[in-house]
Each structure stands twice: as structure tokens, then as C-alpha cells.
């Protein structure tokens, strides 16, 4: 029995200790955060970027879809936001997800733009432990003077 205890605390419980421990690299999502001073939905040459904007990394189980994690940052004055996570997400649904804006008159989340899917393991091949997300952004409640010009230039470009 005693040599059943002694092999037990030397193979099983070091194995316990790694596999509960947090990752030595954690990952790092990374985005912007803009305004969208037109009401285009999507960026322009009008966009500006929110300083001081909340975006919350959640992940949820991909079975019942119940949320495991979540961690809110805020952006800087470049609206760049880097949130950094422990743990790996191998098996769950990660997400970048816009919480609020500073500015009271750009504070409606753009719909379709309002999140960014994030793959927050290291088990898929990708070298880097930092995750960028694709940028989110807020429209303005109006739309500034000066947008039709800038339409116009983004028709001419296309053309």
C-alpha cells in the first residue's frame, strides 16, 4: 500500500500541478476601437478612433453556450485595446465584444461590427500568443456635415 502512495504523489500529482497551472505566455487580444462619424457601418477616411471605449473578451462553452471567462480593458488614446488572457480557450468560443463608449454622441454600436471573433489557444498552429481582433466601432447619433464628400470620394475610387 505504501509503495501504491508513493507512486501515486510521484507520477499523478506533478501531473496535476502542470495541468492546473496558468499558461507561462498568456495571450494577448489586440483591436481598435472607431467612431463612425458618417453612419457608413463600415470604416472610412471619416472614422476617428474612441479613447477611453470598454470592450469585454468573453468566452463561451460551445456546447451550451454558457460564458467560462470574461474580462473587460479599455482602449488608450490611439483606440487600441489590449486585453490579456491566462488561459487557454482551446474548446470554447471567443469573442471581442464592444461595452460602451466615452462619447455620448457616438455610442450606438454598429450592428455587425459590434464584435470580433478571437482564437485564444495554442493549439491551432499559430506561432504568436498575440490575437488581433478586427476593429469595432460605434456610429454617431447624426451624421457630420461633410460625409456626402466623402461618399463621393469613395464612388470615385471604385470606379
Do not use: W
Not at 492546473?20 to 472610412?44: A, H, I, L, Q
Not at 479613447?51 to 453556450?65: F, L, P
Request: hydrophobic fraction near 40%.
Amino acid at each position: 500500500m505504501a509503495k501504491l502512495v508513493m507512486l501515486f504523489a510521484l507520477c499523478v500529482l506533478p501531473a496535476l500541478a502542470v495541468a492546473t497551472r496558468p499558461m507561462r505566455t498568456p495571450f494577448t487580444v489586440e483591436g481598435r476601437v472607431y467612431c463612425d462619424n458618417c453612419r457608413f457601418s463600415y470604416e472610412s477616411s471619416a472614422i476617428t478612433y474612441i479613447a477611453g471605449a470598454t470592450v469585454r473578451v468573453e468566452c463561451k462553452d460551445k456546447s451550451g453556450m454558457s460564458l467560462r471567462y470574461s474580462k473587460e480593458g479599455t482602449t488608450d488614446s490611439t483606440g487600441t485595446y489590449r486585453i490579456v488572457v491566462a488561459e487557454d480557450h482551446e474548446d470554447q468560443i471567443c469573442d471581442a465584444i464592444l461595452v460602451s463608449s466615452p462619447q455620448k454622441s457616438c455610442s450606438e454600436a454598429t450592428p455587425g461590427r459590434d464584435r470580433a471573433r478571437v482564437i485564444l489557444t495554442g493549439y491551432n498552429g499559430i506561432a504568436s500568443n498575440n490575437r488581433f481582433a478586427n476593429a469595432m466601432g460605434f456610429m454617431r447619433t447624426e451624421a457630420l456635415s461633410g460625409c456626402a464628400q466623402v461618399f463621393k470620394q469613395m464612388q470615385e475610387l471604385d470606379a
